[in-house]
T-cell receptor, first 115, second 113 residues
Framework: AQKVTQTQTSISVMEKTTVTMDCVYE???????LFWYKQTASGEIVFLIR??????ENATVGHYSLNFQKPKSSIGLIITATQIEDSAVYFC????????????FGKGTHLHVLP | DMKVTQMPRYLIKRMGENVLLECGQD?????MYWYRQDPGLGLQLIYI???????SEGDIPKGYRVSRKKREHFSLILDSAKTNQTSVYFC????????????FGKGTRLTVV
């Protein structure tokens, strides 16, 4: 069964610090893709970063990076030097190669960046 | 321009009325989705469309139906809306390959009174 779990419902951090948001997934596929999305206060949902299961290197885009631990089925999102505008809900998601149509989302983590 | 457009953005309907939510995309994506979002429940998949006239139920299809007559357009229909269908509805689209991201519309906030 495919499943994506985000156990942290809410996190608060001080501005300019580093935060890690956790995500674990379940899949039977040997090839899959892991994504993080951000939902801003206006409700808009945008794609941030992707990790391919067959790649050992952690993906990095701007001040977002991933901590991919395949043996633990874990894909953490790391935001360095957080800014107030990083305050949002972050969703982890997975697509499997054999059933790529279905996108499985976690329930999200609400990040509050405090001044 | 790579966007998903939803209309309307806000809608108030009376219980029992029919509701039509429209969605368009300009990326020629084969796959389109309808989700609803409720506090604490994340994004719940209502329907998925693989292409024109090729639709499949998602996790919570009861009370909804969809129509896709053109690749760029995907509609969600609520026949006889119920108060528990008050929610924010998101349309999304993607290429069929698994290594591609999903693009979301800005959402429609539907209130059924």
């Amino acid at each position: 069964a495919q499943k994506v779990t985000q156990t942290q419902t809410s996190i608060s951090v001080m501005e300019k610090t580093t935060v890690t948001m956790d995500c674990v997934y379940e899949t039977q596929d040997s090839s899959y893709f892991l994504f993080w999305y951000k939902q801003t206060a206006s409700g808009e949902i945008v794609f941030l970063i992707r990790q391919d299961s067959y790649k050992k290197e952690n993906a990095t885009v701007g001040h977002y990076s991933l901590n991919f631990q395949k043996p633990k089925s874990s894909i953490g999102l790391i935001i360095t030097a957080t800014q107030i505008e990083d305050s949002a809900v972050y969703f982890c998601a997975m697509r499997e190669d054999t059933n790529a149509y279905k996108v499985i989302f976690g329930k999200g983590t609400h990040l509050h960046v405090l001044p | 321009d790579m966007k998903v457009t939803q209309m309307p953005r806000y809608l108030i309907k009376r219980m029992g009325e029919n509701v039509l939510l429209e969605c368009g995309q300009d990326m020629s994506h084969e796959t389109m989705y309808w989700y609803r979002q409720d506090p604490g429940l994340g994004l719940q998949l209502i329907y998925i469309s693989y292409d024109v006239d090729s639709n499949s139920e998602g996790d919570i299809p009861k009370g909804y139906r969809v129509s896709r007559k053109k690749r760029e357009h995907f509609s969600l229909i609520l026949d006889s809306a119920k108060t528990n269908q008050t929610s924010v509805y998101f349309c999304a689209s993607s290429l069929e390959q698994g290594n591609t991201e999903v693009f979301f519309g800005k959402g429609t906030r539907l209130t059924v009174v």
